[in-house]
Nanobody, 125 residues
C-alpha cells in the first residue's frame, strides 16, 4: 500500500514562506492533495492536483498564496506556501484520493484514501 511522508514544516514569521514536500513509497495517485488541521478545528482541504486534466484547486483562504505541484518521477507532491499568516498555523497532511475526488465535489477528508502523518507549520505574528 502507498505510504506518504511529509516534510518541510517549521516555524516562520508572518509574511514568510515554506515549502512542504510529500514523498510516496510508490506511484502516486492521479489525485493528490493537502489538508490541514488547526488545534480544536476540523481537518480542512487546502489544495488538490489532478494529473488527468492538469488541474489544481485551492480553498479560497489560500488562493494566490499557495501553489500545489508534483514530480511524478520522484513520487513527490509539493505545497509552496507564501505570504503566510497566523491563521495558516496547523498540521499539514498529504493525501491520496480516488479520481472522483478530483473530478468534482468538495475537497473533504472523507474522500481521502491514504494519509500521511503530517508536518507542523507554526506562523508567528
Amino acid at each position: 500500500a502507498l505510504q506518504l511522508v511529509e516534510s518541510g514544516g517549521g516555524s516562520v514569521q508572518a509574511g514568510g514562506s515554506l515549502r512542504l514536500s510529500c514523498v510516496g513509497s510508490g506511484y502516486l495517485y492521479s489525485c493528490m492533495g493537502w489538508f490541514r488541521q488547526a488545534p480544536g478545528k476540523e481537518r480542512e482541504g487546502v489544495a488538490r492536483i489532478f494529473t488527468r486534466d492538469d488541474s489544481a484547486y485551492y480553498v479560497d483562504s489560500v488562493k494566490g498564496r499557495f501553489t500545489i505541484s508534483r514530480d511524478n518521477a520522484k513520487s513527490t507532491v509539493y505545497l509552496q506556501m507564501n505570504s503566510l499568516k497566523s491563521t495558516d498555523t496547523a498540521t499539514y497532511y498529504c493525501a491520496a484520493m480516488p479520481d472522483a475526488a478530483c473530478y468534482n465535489g468538495p475537497l473533504v477528508a472523507s474522500r481521502v484514501s491514504v494519509w500521511g502523518k503530517g508536518t507542523l507549520v507554526t506562523i508567528s505574528s
